[in-house]
């Protein structure tokens, strides 16, 4: 166990056989980035019981070409949404009869997105009393000089 300021940072649990060897495969999901056929070949992922969804994208991933990097790309997610929330959004891809990464990025996207912001009312005392007008020609006024002609304008002639 390895604490941080008071708090469990992580967990390993200890092997004391002679020549085995535990896997966190969470702990090597960053590195599939680089190497997505990991997945299907790596030792930490052998075996690797993931929740229902989840394995059965992973299963309907498999069968296309770049099934291992889509799969790998919904993992990734896990680290930043959570796994309850990825196996959600799983679950609502596999209802609507798909099974990419992209859906299911899709899916916790919007669930990411903030709620609309709350109506404020204007206090009062905020209001305006008299509504601007808009008088574009005012701006003609900065231009001229104390004659009332304006430098910039020449005659036509």
């Not at 394995?55 to 770049?66: F, N, V, Y």
């Not at 990097?69 to 196996?87: C, H, K, P």
């Not at 209802?95 to 990419?100: F, I, K, L």
Request: include cysteine; glycine fraction near 6%.
């Amino acid at each position: 166990m390895i604490r941080q300021d008071g708090r469990i940072v992580a967990e390993h649990p200890r092997s004391f056989g002679r020549g085995e060897t535990t896997y966190n495969p969470w702990h090597y999901v960053p590195v599939l980035a680089r190497k997505p056929g990991a997945l299907r070949n790596g030792a930490p992922f052998k075996d690797w019981v993931l929740p229902a969804a989840i394995e059965r994208i992973r299963r309907r991933l498999a069968s296309t070409d770049d099934g291992n990097r889509q799969m790998v790309d919904i993992l990734n997610a896990v680290l930043t949404d959570g796994l309850s929330a990825v196996e959600a959004a799983c679950a609502e891809a596999i209802a609507h009869g798909v099974h990419s990464a992209d859906v299911v990025l899709n899916i916790l996207a919007r669930q990411r997105e903030p709620a609309a912001p709350a109506n404020i009312m204007t206090p009062a005392a905020l209001t305006l009393r008299h509504a601007p007008i808009a008088d574009c020609a005012r701006y003609d006024n900065l231009r001229r000089t104390s004659d009332g002609t304006n430098p910039n304008l020449r005659p036509h002639g």
